[in-house]
């Protein structure tokens, strides 16, 4: 049945900006719509905007990277004799967590008693033949 044999009017839910025209519908569905003379520089607006949120969202994920593996080196240094244990082991957690932050996706740490290894396997989108 189509939405004119019900004869109910179809609810499209949609969130659209006001900014680039674009619409969201339910979930990661981009509709982008521009008419005119102005179709051109609004799509270039609309790239801009993204190219300059992509870059932010690096810098600001490589920053906090770089502050937790700082915050990692203080507690190694400035640890007291008496809690340098617990400090190793807090400032190893803080650097496995920058190196994911940074986008490290394997990584392996040996010892004479231990081994500690991680590995973030890629799905692959397109089918080989």
């Known amino acids: 049945m189509t939405d004119e044999q ?13 900014f680039c025209n ?3 519908r339910g979930g990661l569905q981009l509709e982008s719509l521009a008419e ?3 179709a ?3 799509q270039e607006r609309l790239i801009l905007h993204q190219d300059r949120t992509h870059t932010l969202r690096t810098i600001a994920s490589y920053a906090v990277s770089a502050i937790f593996a700082v915050l990692a080196a203080s507690m190694i240094m400035w640890a ?7 400090a190793n082991i807090a400032a ?17 740490v040996t010892a ?8 973030q396997q890629h799905k692959r989108t397109a089918k080989r033949r």
């Open 6 to 18: 019900t004869s109910k009017p179809r609810q499209v839910t949609a969130v659209r900006c006001s």
């Open 80 to 86: 007291p004799g008496n809690r340098e244990l617990a």
């Open 40 to 42: 051109l520089q609004a």
């Open 36 to 38: 005119g003379s102005e």
């Open 22 to 24: 674009m619409a969201i």
């Open 92 to 108: 190893g957690a803080l650097l496995i967590l920058a190196a994911g932050i940074a986008g490290v996706t394997r990584f392996r």
């Open 112 to 119: 004479p008693a231990f081994s500690i290894e991680g590995d």
